[in-house]
Structures are given as structure tokens and as C-alpha cells.
């Protein structure tokens, strides 16, 4: 039997998910501390310039309520901050750009 999803994932992307889903799994077991889940606010800094960057993880910047600063976690920044700690380097490509972010806190407070 064939079965089309409507979208094709590589499998890169297929583990990078697997990760993130065990990842959350254990924190929702262990509690999530400082693990970045939808609603949190993560305080970034840039490697580059040392520029701070603040986001709210979203489930989507479509629904009623959103704010400036808000990233949903279908984006690719959104995705790799999804289950991140303190102290995590996030690397991210912008415009063909590569650049590297260290999250400095994490507010899970809603």
C-alpha cells in the first residue's frame, strides 16, 4: 500500500526530529527545568557580535495574541531551539549566512 503524506522530510530531518521528540519525552518525565518548550522565553547570544536576542517559542505567529519577538517552532531557528538548555550552541543559517547563538536563559514561566 502507498501512503502519501503531502510532504516529503529527509532523513536528516527525520532524526533531528526523533531527537527533539526524545528529548521533550525526558523532560516531561523529568521535569522540564530549564528545557525550552512552546511558551518559553529564550535569551540568545549572538558569537558573532555579541548582540542579545530574546523569542518567545510559538506554536504558529498566525494565531491571535502573537507578539514581535514571537518564533513559531515550525521555523528552522524555532526547531533547534525546541528542547534546548542553558548553555546550548545553536548554529543557524539566515540568508546564506552561517552564524552560532549560545542560550543565556531560558524563562518557562507563561
Not at 519525552?25 to 547570544?45: D, W
Not at 531551539?81 to 531560558?106: A, H, P, Q, T, Y
Amino acid at each position: 500500500m502507498n501512503v502519501d503524506p503531502g510532504f516529503f522530510m529527509s532523513p536528516e530531518t527525520l532524526e533531528i526530529l526523533s531527537q527533539k521528540t526524545r528529548r521533550l519525552s525526558a523532560g516531561s518525565i523529568i521535569g522540564q527545568g530549564h528545557m525550552a518548550t512552546i511558551g518559553s522565553t529564550i535569551t540568545l547570544i549572538d558569537c558573532l557580535d555579541s548582540h542579545i536576542h530574546m523569542f518567545r517559542l510559538v506554536h504558529s505567529v498566525r494565531r491571535p495574541g502573537t507578539r514581535h519577538n514571537d518564533l513559531p517552532v515550525d521555523s528552522t531557528l524555532g526547531l533547534a531551539l525546541l528542547g534546548s538548555s542553558i548553555g546550548d550552541c545553536v548554529n543557524f543559517s539566515l540568508g546564506g549566512e552561517e552564524g552560532k547563538m549560545v542560550v543565556l536563559r531560558i524563562d518557562n514561566k507563561n
